[in-house]
């Protein structure tokens, strides 16, 4: 195995000192232009590549955030993804996205590995119900941002989006097609999204004077198609099924629309479908899924610039002051759920 090219390696065949490489490196305009000349002919003959991480190290100020997301098999994830490194690319900042898998001991696993790395600041969508996670993680003193959560009992910043409103607006949209029994495919009950949906949901059926029987929860373990398809296997075997169905995320629709599509039940004829997020799937689907729409490289972007904010508040002329960003979502009306002729 070659060994790495070090600095000091450079110094010997430029003849010169390790401090005049260095300042070649750093401070080019520093060295007489022959010196110069003779130290980048041996970086390049030799192939050095400097250690950005060390010098990150000595300068305390690392260019890397990380991005901690749920799932990235789900395409809102990698919106969030994109708006976020958008954002750290015009900062000069690199991003490191990972995947907890909707696991709190991924989740912890990957906080440390960040802490290790000493990443500028931490963008995450937490799985850890309890928040041990995250009051471990805040005793290294690495600044974060909440994505897709509101900081409740925290005083960090978050960026989410209203997902009470969401689920009242898929739900609202639902009665007034004249649906009046509810299924919602829900999804782990921990996550606050889930729960907040939910609750949006009932609270559409109590202002059209129906009661929380009307909703018909079926829960899953995780928010991907293959628990969406299982759910609509069950969904299929109730005795009185209902005639919509809302679900907590657009992949979970998808799911259920194609365990509809297996079983020969219409769609919408049969059964109205709504789901949450607008994923670029949606309006591609065989039947084209109505959603609710989440801004979601706006959060990732709106994210990363607090982030970027927080860490430069040491040299900023203003303090830095930790906010509650709370984005309003956009009901998408497409096939899946318009009233039949």
Request: hydrophobic content about 45%.
């Amino acid at each position: 195995m070659a060994q790495s090219v070090g600095i000091k390696d450079v110094a010997r065949v430029a003849g010169v000192s390790v401090g005049t490489v260095s300042n070649v490196i750093n401070r080019p305009d520093t060295v007489a232009s022959e010196t110069r000349a003779r130290v980048l002919s041996a970086i390049d003959r030799l192939g050095y590549v400097r250690s950005e991480s060390a010098r990150q190290l000595r300068a305390g100020r690392s260019r890397i955030m990380g991005l901690l997301v749920l799932d990235m098999g789900n395409p809102f994830f990698v919106d969030v993804a994109r708006g976020a490194e958008r954002a750290a690319r015009e900062a000069g900042l690199g991003v490191m996205v990972c995947n907890s898998a909707q696991s709190a001991g991924e989740e912890a696993d990957y906080l440390s590995l960040f802490a290790e790395q000493r990443v500028r600041g931490v963008l995450l969508t937490p799985a850890d119900a309890t928040g041990r996670n995250i009051e471990a993680f805040r005793r290294h003193g690495i600044p974060f941002v909440l994505v897709d959560r509101v900081a409740e009992g925290t005083t960090e910043c978050s960026v989410s989006v209203d997902d009470v409103a969401g689920g009242a607006l898929a739900v609202r949209h639902l009665i007034d097609a004249g649906h009046r029994s509810i299924a919602y495919v829900s999804g782990p009950p921990g996550l606050n999204q889930v729960r907040d949906r939910r609750t949006g949901a009932l609270n559409a059926l109590g202002e059209a004077g129906l009661g929380p029987e009307c909703l018909r929860e079926l829960p899953t373990e995780r928010l991907d198609v293959a628990a969406g398809r299982d759910a609509g296997a069950r969904l299929l075997g109730l005795g009185d099924r209902p005639t919509a169905v809302f679900c907590a995320n657009d992949l979970l629709a998808l799911g259920v629309l194609q365990a509809m599509f297996a079983a020969g039940v219409s769609v919408p004829d049969d059964l109205a479908i709504v789901g949450y997020d607008d994923i670029e799937f949606a309006a591609a689907a065989a039947v084209p899924l109505t959603s609710v729409r989440q801004p979601a490289v706006t959060m990732g972007a709106l994210a990363a610039s607090l982030l970027l904010e927080e860490t430069e508040a040491e040299t900023a002329p203003t303090p830095h002051e930790h906010q509650r960003v709370v984005l309003q979502p956009e009901l998408v009306v497409r096939r899946s759920s318009l009233p039949p002729r």
